[in-house]
């Protein structure tokens, strides 16, 4: 029964990384990108879990906690880029 | 014989830095905790000086409960804006409320604005140059004397009281 | 045998809540009409449904039979510290390139 439902929400992630494609291509301004890539890791991460519960493996939350930690010091430097024109002052 | 707040300044950084520790390595062996312990008392000792004034807690136990009443919040405050998402977006009221600020420890400070931002239809956007001022943004703000009352005592009272002396 | 089917049932709405809240977020980061707005729906909703996901993949993994596994709960706390601060940084960026917002809205960001 498990595999059904990751199945499904799989499919649900799938769709909301599509939604989050979308406005990265047409977000007007520099900030909607931002977001948009900022909630394309956070989705990143939540697939990356349901296919390590899919293969039934405990090795994929390496990756997840990595893509976050990286996805963080990415938005993070783009903000500043956005806000100061610089990364380190 | 060394004070205590020279040898180890900051017990709860280092208690924190042990559970993740302890959470990374997933394992209870006396081995890792000799470990998670060393390092959970070196790095607070060499990030010293980029704390200038740490926070004191005063009262763990509310802490504790302030933590409970927010993690029921981020539960019940994200049901309300997935409502909020899939109405029709017409009818939102958004707005920018200018909160004024009591609490002075920028620690303090910035507890609340990350609970502000995880919370009800709000979220923190900036700090004023003197540190007396929060501006929020809310997705659907009917009343903000009522927003600002409403974060005032469900959130800041009990910060207030976890990291700023009560004695004035 | 009985036990099993509970927590896999558990198991199945927790990740079912989980991907629904993020779908939730991505719908409003397209559907909203500025960007201060769309700004809640990542900060929020889609941390709690990562959130709700971790904790299901969590139950899964302790009662497989190897003992607790408590270590993806690292996911959720870091997220939980570092969505606040990028959301709040993102929301500097935006009002420091003065983007537009919609009519209805209240109450004006300062200039500093």
Redesign the interface.
């Known amino acids: ?2 595999h059904y ?2 199945l ?2 799989l499919g ?2 799938s ?3 599509i ?2 494609m ?2 990265l291509v047409i977000g007007p ?4 990108r ?3 890539l ?2 394309l890791y ?2 990143a ?2 697939l990356i ?2 296919f ?2 899919y293969l ?1 493996s ?1 090795l994929f ?1 390496e990756a ?2 990595l893509i ?2 990286m996805g ?1 010091v990415g ?2 430097a783009v ?2 880029y ?2 100061r024109g610089d990364i380190i002052e | 014989m060394m004070r205590p707040r020279a040898f180890l300044p900051h017990p709860w950084l280092s208690l924190f830095l042990l559970i993740v520790w302890q959470l990374i390595m997933n394992d209870l062996g006396a081995g890792t905790l000799i470990m998670g312990a060393v390092t959970a008392w070196l790095i607070p000792l060499m990030t010293n000086p980029f704390w200038p004034n740490p926070p004191t807690l005063h009262k763990p136990l509310v802490l504790f409960r302030f933590t409970c009443t927010v993690l029921l919040d981020i539960v019940t405050a994200n049901i309300e804006v997935a409502k909020l998402i899939l109405g029709p977006s017409r009818v939102l009221r958004p707005a920018f409320v200018e909160y004024p600020l009591e609490l002075t420890n920028d620690f303090a400070i910035s507890v609340l604005a990350s609970t502000v931002s995880l919370t009800p239809g709000t979220v923190s956007s900036d700090i004023s140059d003197d540190r007396k001022t929060l501006l929020i943004h809310g997705l659907d703000v009917a009343d903000a004397q009522e927003l600002i009352d409403n974060i005032k005592q469900r959130y800041e009272n009990p910060l207030k009281e976890v990291f700023e002396c009560s004695t004035t | 045998m009985n036990d099993t089917t509970w927590i896999e049932w558990l198991v199945a709405a927790l990740i079912l809540i989980g991907s629904v809240f993020a779908l939730i977020g991505s719908i409003g980061l397209l559907k909203l009409p500025d960007f201060f707005m769309r700004l809640h729906g990542p900060t929020k909703a889609t941390t709690l449904g990562v959130g709700a996901l971790v904790i299901g993949s969590l139950i899964h993994f302790s009662t497989k039979g190897d003992g607790l596994s408590m270590h993806e709960l690292l996911i959720t706390i870091f997220l939980f510290i570092t969505a606040p601060t990028s959301a709040n940084l993102m929301a500097q960026a935006a009002m420091h390139l003065q983007l537009k917002r919609v009519k209805q809205t209240k109450g004006e960001p300062w200039q500093q």
């Open positions: 029964m498990l439902v990751i499904v929400c649900i992630m769709l909301a990384t939604l989050n979308v406005r301004d520099m900030p909607d931002v977001l948009a900022d909630t956070i989705n991460i939540a879990i349901l390590g519960l039934d405990d939350f997840a906690l976050a930690v963080f938005t993070v903000s500043r956005l806000l």
